[in-house]
């Protein structure tokens, strides 16, 4: 066997080990690791892919290579017709072979502005900062995520009800919707992500987002169901990894007291009630618009921003840009057991 290999190899042995350490030390169920699908891993000196046709060569041991040759789409014409990104490692599986691509981070721009978006279990929404001035009231709307979740939580449950007797069926029938409804999850907040880069792109912005980590879900007791943080976090996964790979700057700011503090006056509420905030001081506007501006205020002070200074009292209630509206296409799957309708 090629020495290169052998790198990664031990690669591979030693995240495998490293997962089994961590679920030990977290005490969640685990076995003796073994790797029963058959695969190979080689970095980018350890095999060769002819852009052009698509052979991949992979030398074997001394004067012995196998030679394959890759289905290659339009898509994958895209990637490697672009001389500006080079191959990373190479994953060869029984059915497919994936190439990982490299790009250098891209040059960011001069910042004309500042996009700031509080993120909702139904939507982003922001507000775009030029000079001193809030200039625009932006959201992005997504509400078919939580009802994609309640659908699919309703049909887990009546899984488990149905194979009671079965928890090996239910178990793996129960997987295989937590797998269907990430992928449609996932698919809409692509979506999302790019008409918000693409907005904060054209507009020379830099956006900030509220750092999620570290937040507890709250119980939603009306649907008697945990709305999970997940899809806001998996959002922000998305719209940082775009940002980069289009050379957006993103910053993330500290969300405390964000929902509850007025921008004005500076005093901070007790509720976090109703849509409008409303404080003594007289200003009152969309709460998740007040939660932006929060949010950029925060990045102003901790210089996130640039040394933004801006004056939220000289703000007008601008009429709202919608960056991505609800996706009516959306399809309740047609097997759906729940009588919760898609939302406009
Ligand atoms: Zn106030």
């Not at 789409?73 to 500006?84: M, P, Q, V």
């Not at 500042?114 to 509400?143: C, H, M, Y």
Request: with cysteine; glycine share 6%; hydrophobic share 40%.
């Amino acid at each position: 066997m090629c020495a290169q290999h052998l790198v990664s190899a031990f690669e591979v042995a030693g995240s495998i080990l490293k997962n089994h350490r961590r679920r030990l030390r977290k005490k969640l169920p685990a076995q003796i690791p073994f790797v029963r699908r058959l695969f190979m891993k080689a970095e980018n000196q350890a095999y060769k892919l002819d852009r052009v046709n698509g052979i991949l060569d992979l030398p074997i041991r001394a004067g012995c290579h196998v030679k394959l040759r890759l289905v290659m789409s339009e898509y994958h014409r895209k990637y490697l017709d672009d001389e500006s990104l080079s191959l990373g490692s190479m994953t060869l599986l029984p059915d497919k072979v994936i190439v990982t691509i490299r790009k250098h981070a891209p040059k960011p721009y001069a910042l004309a502005s500042v996009l700031s978006l509080d993120t909702n279990e139904r939507s982003l929404d922001g507000v775009l900062a030029k000079e001193d001035q809030i200039t625009a009231v932006v959201r992005a709307e997504f509400p078919e995520v939580s009802v994609i979740q309640s659908v699919h939580h309703d049909k887990r449950r009546m899984l488990q009800k149905k194979k009671s007797h079965d928890r090996r069926t239910a178990k793996r029938l129960c997987a295989r919707e937590g797998k269907r409804e990430h992928h449609r999850i996932d698919h809409r907040m692509h979506e999302v992500a790019n008409a918000v880069l693409s907005f904060a792109e054209e507009r020379k912005s830099m956006i900030i987002l509220e750092d999620l980590t570290g937040i507890k879900p709250r119980r939603d007791k009306g649907f008697n169901r945990r709305i999970s943080m997940w899809p806001r976090r998996k959002l922000h996964q998305i719209i940082e990894y775009k940002a980069a790979w289009r050379g957006i700057p993103v910053a993330k700011v500290d969300p405390r007291y964000s929902s509850r503090k007025c921008p004005v006056c500076g005093r901070i509420q007790d509720s976090r009630k109703g849509a409008e905030f409303v404080c003594g001081c007289g200003w009152h506007i969309d709460r998740h618009i007040n939660a932006s501006i929060n949010l950029l205020q925060t990045a102003a002070s901790e210089k996130a921003a640039g040394g933004l200074r801006f004056d939220p009292g000289a703000f007008q209630h601008d009429v709202v840009m919608v960056l991505c509206g609800p996706n009516r296409t959306v399809r309740l799957e047609p097997n759906g057991t729940s009588g919760i309708r898609a939302v406009a």
